[in-house]
Structures are given as C-alpha cells and as structure tokens.
C-alpha cells in the first residue's frame, strides 16, 4: 500500500487548505485513513480520522469544528479540509492507513504513511 500526501503549502491565519492523500495498492474495504501532525520540535499528534468503509469521522480537540476529514472511493483518495487555520496548526501533515477498526489515535497502530506535506500558517 501507498500512500500519496499532497496540498500543503503557505496560508494566512483564518485561511483554508484542502491536503489529499492519495491510496494505492492493495487494500481492504475495512482500514482507516489517519491524519497525523508533527510540528518542529514536538511529538507527531493525531489530528483525524476517516473510516473507508463507512466514513465515520473523528477528530482532535484541537481541530474539532475547524477540520473536516473525508474520503472519496471513487478516487481512492481521502481528504482533510482544514478552515480558521491557525499559525499553531502550522506542521507537517502525514497521512497514514491501517485495517483498523473504529477509532485509533495511535501512529504506532498504522501500518503504511505517506511522505509528508508542510502547511505553514502565518500569523
């Protein structure tokens, strides 16, 4: 399985981004796409979730209201919409999927990532 990241880049705070990650390879109707951030300095932090199978949703405190996590099967391609962006929210973005059932956090819990895309905010 591979995994393609895309759509960072440079936006003032109050802006939007849409980031895709592209899936490709074999994978089963039953895994979860997961966002996850790492900013400089800090530990990588989940960010949200999307089920593939059902689409069901989950999100940070941090990002709840303001991220918006979605997958398109058709495209084999899973979203993350992010609106009011913050200067904190300035990170890498990875996206990574697992056979995973219902809600995981966890980064250890993934089995395959994508390589990254920077989204700086400024403030």
């Known amino acids: 399985v591979q995994l393609q990241a895309s759509g960072g880049g440079l936006v003032q705070a109050g802006g939007s981004l849409r980031l895709s990650c592209a899936v490709s390879?074999?994978?089963?109707?039953?895994?979860?796409v997961g966002w996850f951030r790492q900013a400089p300095g800090k530990e990588r932090e989940f960010v949200a979730s999307v089920t593939w199978s059902g689409g069901d949703t989950f999100y940070a405190d941090s990002v709840k209201g303001r991220f918006t996590a979605a997958r398109d099967d058709a495209k084999n391609t899973a979203y993350l919409q992010m609106n009011r962006l913050k200067p904190e929210d300035t990170a890498v973005y990875y996206c990574?999927?697992?056979?995973?059932?219902?809600?995981?956090?966890?980064?250890?819990?993934?089995?395959?990532w994508g390589q990254g895309t920077l989204v700086t905010v400024s403030s």
């Open positions: 390879g074999r994978t089963t109707s039953s895994y979860v």
């Open positions: 990574a999927a697992g056979g995973l059932a219902g809600v995981v956090v966890s980064a250890s819990e993934y089995d395959y």
